[in-house]
């Protein structure tokens, strides 16, 4: 057989033989990097060849020379916080930073820890759950994090645990053209519910290609946050795989603000009866930035409902591209599944590509889906400013009700509350004052 | 207060003003009137500012000021107000922030620091009961799902708390029934004083019933066909526009 040329991987290859020789892992785990780093030689970077990349596309991000992650130090003064206690890990180049995490008293079996610290210390129960969510098997930035994953967090809660306390999850890179792995994996088994708030800043030009792993057993509740603030130069290729049992209920909501290229695959499986999710996206783009949400939503058994709500507000010459698709399974009956997609351009230059699909095998189903594109209304900004609101005031009002009613669906008030004033301020917008 | 001239207008290159002349002085109430199409909607918009009505000749005085110079929003800071005939749905701005919005915007233009929260608080609720208007539409958003006739008292409610020194009413009876109309006039009239001009436009006598007029302009085909006091609404009222040579409507349909 004449073997195809892993043209763009070669560089990669001599970076995975040299990771792997330096592990003391379980030959399971071993086997997995082995098979996904295998799957990303043969996926090769995306290439808008294929469809799911055909707008987005990453091939330019080959040529770079991305380094193996080293350690450094970030001041810890510049963290974000939610005000208030919070059990908190902090990751630096995709590597935990003990000196930085704190973590409560938790209950029972519960466990909320360094992934790459429970791999060494009790690989036992890393194996049954990690890779185990399933979606995204063509993804080459999954694989390729399956392959190099070094470190990431490992949260797990027994049957009927509560925490109330947020878990804040806060992944750092320096630049240095460094590419970063991260891997988060959570378990919320039957009935137990938690709040996480998982956040990506940096400094510097650097590849990020975190995967979270979530598995919520029958009736779990989970609110899970993802605020993607990295530095302009970085490129973020994140993906989030969900897995949820009946009557479980997973709430999600992403704000992507940073990076030069900022692409998020979300993919759920409601692989039991009257699962529940609800997703929310906000995407804010100016310059030249490039934001991406690519969700799948699978409701493999009846009585699930999903809803998706993306918005995108885009400046300048920035990008974004929504890609949803909703797919109901034979057996799936009674789902009830809505889609919408909004998008507000502020420039002539700014693009929004929006592209809802269905797939719809069951015949007792509700689904819905909506998607609008456009500049400001021109009525609603005369309208302030006939009451005398400054032109650009009366402007960056009316982005801020746009995208702030995504960020209303935040329940964790301390977070709604700084993403709002972080909006505001983008928008020159004084908030405080029309309290 | 505000003084036109020879004010010619015109939208998407058809003339729908075709030299007006208005001056309307402190504590006087105006009122236009016209059949639909004869430009009453414009001359509002004129004078409010909007986009896309080009002024080809003529001028607009307010206090001896070049008004047609003037930002939409510089107009409201030097006291003047429309109320709209049709206000716009604003979802996710509140409307008591965008309310404090806006009288803090006039309070900078004039030098002022922003207005006390207790003061406003006060003057809000103040105003409220002059339009019997619920609490809750404060912090409901900006108009997003009134009724008609609710839309109409916020637009009377806005200027109780701005107090413009001269307020253009355009068609502020349409849509109302006679009770939400009362109030509506009710509001208008506690808002009158000898500071305080209106131009209140309407296709209808009937708001002039309760808005009483000092004086009647009416408009047909672009320009004032005749002026007169109060009893001249009544007149349109039996003989309706007919008499003035103009269908209801033409101007419009020939402009389409």
């Not at chain 1, 990431?152 to 925490?163: D, Q």
């Amino acid at each position: 057989m004449t073997a195809v040329a892993p043209l763009f991987s070669d560089p990669y290859r001599p970076a995975f033989a040299e990771f792997v020789a330096n592990r003391r892992e379980p030959a399971t785990i071993a086997r997995l990097r082995q098979e996904a780093f295998d799957r990303f030689e043969t996926l090769g970077w995306s290439t808008r060849q294929q469809e799911a990349w055909r707008l987005t596309d990453p091939g330019p991000l080959q040529a770079i020379a991305w380094q193996p992650p080293t350690d450094a130090l970030v001041d810890a003064g510049t963290l974000p916080t939610l005000d208030g206690p919070a059990h908190r890990l902090v990751f630096v180049n995709g590597r935990c930073a003990p000196g930085l995490a704190w973590v409560g008293e938790l209950p029972g079996r519960a466990l909320i820890a360094s992934l790459g610290q429970a791999l060494t210390t009790h690989p036992e129960r890393i194996e049954p759950v990690l890779d185990r969510v399933p979606g995204l098997e063509q993804h080459p930035f999954v694989a390729l994090n399956t392959a190099f994953w070094e470190d990431g967090a490992f949260v797990r809660l027994p049957r009927e645990t509560v925490i109330e306390e947020p878990i804040h999850l806060v992944f750092c890179t320096t630049g240095g053209d460094m590419r970063i792995h991260p891997r988060l994996l959570l378990a919320l088994e039957e009935g137990a519910q938690a709040t996480v708030v998982v956040e990506y800043r940096g400094a510097g030009r650097a590849l990020n290609t975190p995967l979270a792993e979530l598995a919520l057993g029958a009736g779990a509740v989970l609110h899970y946050h993802s605020i993607q603030e990295e530095a302009p130069q970085a490129f973020h290729l994140g993906a989030i795989r969900v897995r949820q049992d009946r009557d479980s209920e997973a709430n999600l909501h992403l704000v992507s603000l940073g990076g030069q290229l900022a692409r998020t695959d979300l993919a759920v499986l409601l692989d039991g009866e009257g699962a529940r999710c609800s997703l929310n996206g906000l995407t804010l783009g100016r310059d030249q930035q490039y934001g991406d949400y690519h969700v799948r939503v699978e409701h493999a058994r009846p009585r699930g409902t999903s809803e998706q709500r993306f918005k995108s507000v885009l400046d300048g010459k920035a990008h974004s591209v929504f890609d949803g698709m909703i797919h109901v399974r034979t057996g799936a009956q009674k789902t009830d599944a809505r889609q919408t997609s909004r998008n507000l351009l502020l420039s002539k230059q700014a693009q929004a590509h929006s592209n809802p699909r269905l797939e719809i095998l069951a015949d007792d189903v509700k689904c819905g889906h909506g998607s609008s594109t456009g500049f400001l209304d021109p009525d609603a900004e005369f309208y302030l400013r006939a009451r005398g609101i400054p032109a650009a005031q009366a402007r960056a009002l009316l982005v801020h009700a746009f995208a702030n009613d995504n960020l209303n669906q935040i329940r964790l008030t301390p977070l709604r509350e700084r993403l709002a004033r972080l909006l505001a301020a983008r928008l020159a917008l004084d908030i405080a004052e029309g309290e | 207060m505000l003084e036109i001239r020879n004010l010619h207008v015109t939208v998407e290159d058809r003339e729908i003003l075709k030299g007006i002349d208005l001056i309307i002085h402190p504590g006087e109430t105006h009122a236009i009137m016209g059949p639909n199409g004869s430009g009453k909607s414009t001359l509002a918009n004129v004078i409010a500012g909007r986009e896309g009505y080009v002024v080809t000749e003529g001028e607009v005085r307010f206090d001896g000021k070049n008004l047609l110079e003037m930002d939409p929003e510089t107009r409201a800071c030097e006291g003047l107000f429309l109320a709209f005939q049709y206000p716009v749905e604003i979802p996710g701005v509140a409307n008591l922030y965008f309310l404090k919005a806006a009288v803090n915007a006039v309070r900078k233009y004039r030098g002022e620091p922003p207005v006390d929260a207790m003061d406003f608080w006060d003057l809000v609720h103040e105003r409220m009961e002059l339009v019997k208007m619920d609490e809750s539409m404060l912090k409901r958003s900006v108009n997003e799902g009134f009724s008609g006739g609710e839309k109409k008292r916020n637009e009377v409610f806005q200027m109780a708390v701005l107090q413009p020194r001269f307020a253009v009413m355009d068609e502020t009876d349409s849509g109302l029934d006679i009770d939400a109309l009362k109030v509506v006039a009710d509001g208008v009239n506690a808002l009158r004083n000898p500071e305080r001009g209106f131009l209140v436009i309407t296709h209808y006598q009937r708001l002039l019933d309760y808005i009483v007029p000092d004086y009647v302009h009416v408009l047909v085909n672009g320009k004032i066909a005749r002026s007169g006091g109060k009893e001249l609404a009544l007149e349109l009222e039996e003989q309706g526009y007919a008499l003035y040579n103009e269908e209801p409507g033409r101007a419009r349909r020939a402009a389409a």
